[in-house]
């Protein structure tokens, strides 16, 4: 047992450490362009702000708390509507929750030994991965927080905690299966690993003179109300429970057949391990795979066998293996989905760098692992900093996943800039025309637009409009009804509105164009050189 004085300074470190890692996920955190994923999520928050509902939809939406949430930032900056947001308000809901995988070490420093503790937490706050996701606006994050919570609340009630830890574990189990589909997923994990680490042994006094029944039911009563109220709407919309319920069919069909995220099974070692890209470092965990490996002898012999640390670690062990072997087999695979079982590796890390610490008994031995572990700490703060504040919409990012690219800036700059130049402003009537939809995330950047037409082909029976955004695939079409379909004498010419196709994203291309009557309008008020 610590000292009160020991634990004193275990939790200043802790707290600074909090603010390091606040600092990473809030800093410039609307830098980077919205990802198509972000602007799905964004817009869908957008019906639940302006017309004060939500409906559930299975389909690549996910759950709800994610658009409940976002309610917060909105209501402290009295944002009504989705023009009133940006891109730094959406991201905070995230930004905000990746901290719980901090804050929540705080009530472990009684049983777990603190300079692990500190270690966990200084790879936490600067892990690339952990901070480039805890900056994007979806569920993922979310759902290892979450996850993350449900573990260190049933952790302290199994050893003696009141019965507010048990209902906190409900409460995080909840909002984890409230949070995303995979919640699933991360409860079986749970469950298995608890059994596992019942089998090989649990300390003296666990769960002692508590009701299991009466826990039970603390546990799972909000467990499965919060899903509840979340997926119906609070009770508006009855049937979101069951599209939630069905939505697994589809996840099922999805993940026996997946396209564009096939991956192989070891799509995830090789994101954590290694990657190099022309004019960039080497992007690598390989630090923090390396220490967990350290983390994990010595957990099923011994007094550690039967110490509540030995079996926190043990859990933690056997949870991020089971949930690395479920996401590896699958093969429908996206970045992001790793987080939950790295945030684990990451616990087994913090283990790994102590116990290393305690192999240096000699005091040169001391030096030269401190010396390592000082290097690669650095290493991953250096990556940190490129990863999210300049190669953070980079394709060669290896966290950069089908993201927009930093075209569209170009693109919404020189559309800004013509209705700054108008009378009406953006009262002024754009078509965007690209196969499949293929046009996101522009709804986003294009929200206070008012006279904006969506459309998956060229309307042969509509007026073209002045200003076009438009696939190449689509050009054949457009130019087919600008210049052959009109009569002669009403044809209208229209000129590029930039230089070179925008790339919004790898291999995905818009053009634009305006009319020439209306770019004759503006030039004099604007920089556009055509």
């Not at 994923?37 to 409906?55: I, N, P, T």
């Not at 079982?341 to 913090?350: D, K």
């Not at 060229?458 to 379909?485: G, N």
Request: aromatic share 14%.
């Amino acid at each position: 047992m610590r000292s009160r004085h020991s634990n004193t300074i275990v939790i200043i470190l802790l707290l600074f450490i909090l603010m390091a890692g606040a600092c990473l996920r809030f800093y410039h955190l609307g830098g980077r362009p919205l990802h198509t994923d972000e602007a799905v999520h964004a817009l869908k928050f957008g019906l639940l702000l302006e017309e004060h509902s939500y409906r559930y939809d299975p389909l690549d939406y996910h759950g709800p708390t994610l658009n409940y949430l976002t309610l917060l930032p909105a209501w402290l900056t009295s944002a009504k509507s989705l023009t009133d947001m940006d891109e730094t308000l959406l991201r905070l809901v995230p930004a905000v929750i990746s901290l719980l995988l901090i804050l929540g070490l705080f009530p472990l420093k009684k049983y777990l030994e603190g300079r692990a503790l500190l270690f966990a937490a200084a790879l936490t706050a600067v892990s690339p991965v952990l901070v480039f996701y805890s900056r994007y606006y979806i569920q993922e994050m979310l759902l290892a927080a979450f996850s993350f919570g449900t573990i260190v609340c049933g952790f302290r009630y199994m050893l003696g905690g009141r019965k507010g830890w048990a209902l906190g574990t409900g409460i995080f189990l909840g909002l984890t299966l409230a949070t995303k589909e995979t919640g699933l997923m991360v409860l079986a994990a749970l469950l298995a690993a608890a059994v596992l680490t019942g089998v090989t042994g649990l300390p003296q006094g666990t769960m002692k003179d508590k009701k299991i029944l009466p826990t039970l039911a603390v546990i799972i009563i909000p467990s499965l109300l919060l899903p509840l109220l979340f997926y119906s709407s609070f009770f508006s919309n009855p049937r979101g429970v069951l599209d939630y319920l069905l939505s697994y069919s589809h996840y099922l069909s999805r993940a026996g057949h997946p396209e564009a995220h096939l991956h192989p099974w070891w799509y995830y070692g090789k994101l954590l391990l290694w990657n190099k890209a022309h004019g960039t470092p080497l992007w690598s965990e390989a630090f923090v795979l390396i220490l967990s490996g350290f983390g994990i002898p010595g957990l099923w012999r011994g007094e550690e066998k039967k110490s509540p640390s030995g079996m926190f670690y043990r859990f933690i062990f056997f949870y991020s293996a089971i949930l690395t072997i479920i996401y590896s087999l699958l093969p429908y695979k996206t970045p992001w989905l790793l987080l939950g079982f790295y945030s684990g590796l990451v616990l087994l890390a913090g283990r790994g760098a102590a116990r290393l610490i305690d192999w240096g008994s000699e005091r040169w031995k001391e030096i030269i692992i401190a010396g390592l572990l000082l290097i690669g700490f650095l290493h991953l703060c250096r990556q940190s900093l490129l990863l999210n504040f300049r190669f953070e919409a980079d394709p060669r990012n290896p966290w950069v996943y089908g993201h927009t690219s930093e075209d569209i800036f170009r693109l919404t700059g020189t559309l800004n800039e013509i209705a700054a130049a108008l009378p009406g402003g953006q009262d002024i009537h754009l078509e965007v025309i690209a196969p499949g939809s293929d046009y996101w995330p522009l709804p986003w950047y294009l929200r206070t637009w008012s006279r904006v037409g969506w459309f998956n082909r060229v309307d042969f029976d509509q007026p073209a409009a002045p200003l076009i955004i438009v696939s190449p695939r689509c050009e054949a079409d457009l130019i087919r009804k600008l210049y052959e379909l009109p009569k002669p004498g009403s044809r209208r010419l229209y000129l590029p509105l930039v230089h070179n196709p925008v790339e919004l994203r790898p291999g995905v291309f818009l053009e634009a164009y305006i009319r020439k009557d209306l770019y004759d309008r503006i030039r004099q008020e604007t920089t556009l050189i055509l």
